[in-house]
T-cell receptor
Framework: NAGVTQTPKFQVLKTGQSMTLQCAQD?????MSWYRQDPGMGLRLIHY???????DQGEVPNGYNVSRSTTEDFPLRLLSAAPSQTSVYFC????????????FGSGTQLSVL | ELKVEQNPLFLSMQEGKNYTIYCNYS?????LYWYRQDPGKSLESLFV?????AVKQEGRLMASLDTKARLSTLHITAAVHDLSATYFC???????????FGKGTKLTVNP
C-alpha cells in the first residue's frame, strides 16, 4: 500500500495564479483532511471530508476549495494564490473520523511570490 | 472553541537526562494524540490516548492523559540523540470531526 500520496512535493506560484494540490489514499479511508503548517503555528485544519460528496470547513478555510467525488481523492484548490498561502500543506486520512489516528502524506511545500 | 497549548515550545537537553513535555487543552475531550515530526518530513503517530488515566509507553517515551485536568504529558527518559524531533499533541474536538494541534515542541538532544 502506498498510504497517502500528495503531489506535487514543491510548487512555486505567482500571486493570482490558481492550482490544485492532489491527495490520494489507497486505504479505503472515509475521513480525509487538509492542514497547513506554518513556523510556530503548528498544524491548522483547512477543510475535511467524512466521505464522498461530504466536505466541511476547518479552522482556516478562506482562499481554499475542496471536493470529494471519490473515496480515494481529496484535492485542495487555490483559486487565486496569495503570499499568505505560502506554507507546507499536509493531507491526512483516517478510517472513520477525526477521532481515529491520522495517516499523513509527505507534504507539499508551496511558495507564492 | 478548543485551544491546545504545549510547553515548552523549545527544549534542549543532554543525552541521558529526563524531561517532560506538557499539553493542556481548554474543553472536554476524550481523545488525545501525540505525533512526531522529523525535520522536513511528515508526521507519524506515536500514541493514542483514549481515556482518563491512559498511559502508553514505547521505548524512552511515555505518554499519559488526565481528562479531568485536561492535561497530557510526554515523558522522555534517558534521552538519546535519535529523539531529536518536533513533537505535537492533538486533541479531538468532541462532537465534531476536527482535530486541533498544539504548536509543537522542538526537542534537541545534545551529546
Amino acid at each position: 500500500n502506498a498510504g497517502v500520496t500528495q503531489t506535487p512535493k514543491f510548487q512555486v506560484l505567482k500571486t493570482g495564479q490558481s492550482m490544485t494540490l492532489q491527495c490520494a489514499q489507497d486505504m479505503n479511508h472515509e475521513y480525509m483532511s487538509w492542514y497547513r503548517q506554518d513556523p510556530g503555528m503548528g498544524l491548522r485544519l483547512i477543510h475535511y471530508s467524512v466521505g464522498a460528496g461530504i466536505t466541511d470547513q476547518g479552522e482556516v478555510p478562506n482562499g481554499y476549495n475542496v471536493s470529494r467525488s471519490t473515496t480515494e481523492d481529496f484535492p485542495l484548490r487555490l483559486l487565486s494564490a496569495a503570499p499568505s498561502q505560502t506554507s507546507v500543506y499536509f493531507c491526512a486520512s483516517s478510517s472513520q473520523g477525526a477521532d481515529e489516528k491520522l495517516f499523513f502524506g509527505s507534504g507539499t511545500q508551496l511558495s507564492v511570490l | 472553541e478548543l485551544k491546545v497549548e504545549q510547553n515548552p515550545l523549545f527544549l534542549s537537553m543532554q543525552e541521558g537526562k529526563n524531561y517532560t513535555i506538557y499539553c493542556n487543552y481548554s474543553t472536554t475531550s476524550d481523545r488525545l494524540y501525540w505525533y512526531r515530526q522529523d525535520p522536513g518530513k511528515s508526521l507519524e503517530s506515536l500514541f493514542v490516548l483514549l481515556s482518563n488515566g491512559a498511559v502508553k509507553q514505547e521505548g524512552r517515551l511515555m505518554a499519559s492523559l488526565d481528562t479531568k485536568a485536561r492535561l497530557s504529558t510526554l515523558h522522555i527518559t534517558a534521552a538519546v540523540h535519535d529523539l531529536s524531533a518536533t513533537y505535537f499533541c492533538a486533541v479531538h474536538q468532541g462532537g465534531s470531526e476536527k482535530l486541533v494541534f498544539g504548536k509543537g515542541t522542538k526537542l534537541t538532544v545534545n551529546p
